[in-house]
């Protein structure tokens, strides 16, 4: 079982939509958890850390819900630019080591 | 900051040659990555660095790869004979590590390397 699983997508969502993804995660002791953004033909860029009462970013929003060891990302109101893959990270064990979904990729249309 | 600086940005090379890829972490981070990322596979760790120190190569795919990182500013992963299976991109990150505290990484721009 691969230590994090993504719905690879595509998800294709008008301009304005909400769009939500999910992230599990097999290690009930990891610790840090965080989403990624990956635009094509680049590197990794962090969006932004999930903590356990949730957390929100302008219109980016993180859940993380430890009993069914999923996280969460909804993306309001969705922008062209919003276009990349999303990846989802989490540590296990050793606080420093993480590792990564294999990502879920949004194509945002006019 | 420059950030984590890779080179060469590309590198195309003839199977069986060595392959050196350099990276350079952000200063005052002090732990240093080297993953692997192709579609079949998506982003693998391969070795990382906890205060120059080699932690887990367990991702290291066999003894035609090696890390060094003999200092806080720069690392290697070299790749001797390469082969076409070790055409991806290669990325550098670093971090901060302090105690049981985790953050997150910084990725470098990448290596590109293809083996022919």
């Known amino acids: 079982r691969k230590e994090v699983e993504q719905d690879p997508g595509p998800f294709n969502v008008p301009e304005g939509a909400t769009v939500a993804f999910n992230c599990t995660y097999s290690?009930?002791?990891?610790?840090?958890f965080f989403w990624y953004r990956q635009d094509c033909r680049k590197e990794p860029k962090l969006l932004m850390s999930v903590y356990s009462s949730g957390n929100e970013d302008g219109r980016f929003t993180a859940q993380l819900n430890r009993a069914s060891q999923y996280i969460s990302l909804l993306i309001r109101d969705s922008k062209l630019s919003d276009s990349a893959t999303y990846l989802c990270v989490v540590n296990k064990g050793d606080f420093n080591k993480f590792y990564f979904g294999s990502g879920t990729k949004l194509n945002v249309k006019p | 900051d420059a950030g984590v600086i890779q080179s060469p940005r590309h590198e195309v090379t003839e199977m069986g040659q060595e392959v050196t890829l350099r990276c350079k972490p952000i200063s005052g981070h002090n732990s240093l990555f080297w993953y692997r990322q192709t579609m079949m596979r998506g982003l693998e760790l391969l070795i990382y660095f906890n205060n120059n120190v080699p932690i887990d190569d367990s991702g290291m795919p066999e003894d035609r790869f090696s890390a060094k990182m003999p200092n806080a500013s720069f690392s290697t992963l070299k790749i001797q004979p390469s082969e076409p299976r070790d055409s991806a991109v290669y990325f550098c990150a670093s971090s901060l590590r302090a105690g049981a505290e985790s953050y997150g990484y910084t990725f470098g721009s990448g290596t590109r390397l293809t083996v022919v």
């Open positions: 290690n009930s002791a990891s610790q840090s």
